[in-house]
């Protein structure tokens, strides 16, 4: 029975866990570092380059590499993480500001977005 009790918590704690993440208000603003973030998880280019600005692909061209180097980077500073470990926080207007990206509970940096006709995009890399 104790067996049974403890499997029970342990299958509703981790669905609890994946709900409060799914239902966590996260700024739109935030979203291209969030595509970002599962993007290299998934090692899905398409979803990396479409988190960036229109002026940040005209710049970058190999981004196969860039995806090579952005999962590189943030394995090496995050480990193998679970989405649920980030916060964000955006400061600016309706056109531009910053989303400062928290980790577990630190803050870790601020990146540049800016509102684009499909949406918010990374403007620095």
């Known amino acids: 029975m ?7 918590f342990i299958v509703f704690f981790t669905s609890q866990s994946s709900f409060v993440f799914s239902q966590q208000k ?13 993007s290299v998880k998934e090692n899905d280019i ?13 710049e970058k061209k190999d981004w196969d590499n ?16 679970d989405l649920q470990d980030f916060e964000f926080l955006f400061s600016g207007d309706t056109e531009e500001g910053k989303v400062v990206l928290y980790f ?3 803050p870790q940096f601020s ?9 918010w995009k990374l403007n620095e890399h």
């Open 2 to 8: 104790k067996n049974i009790t403890l499997f029970l």
């Open 26 to 38: 996260i700024p739109e603003q935030a979203k291209p570092i969030l595509d970002v973030l599962v």
């Open 46 to 58: 398409q979803r990396f380059r479409s988190a960036f600005s229109t002026k940040i692909v005209r």
């Open 66 to 81: 860039n995806l090579k180097e952005g999962k590189k980077n943030l394995l090496a500073r995050f480990g193998n993480y």
């Open 104 to 106: 577990q509970n630190e």
């Open 111 to 119: 990146l540049a977005v800016v509102k684009e006709p499909k949406g």
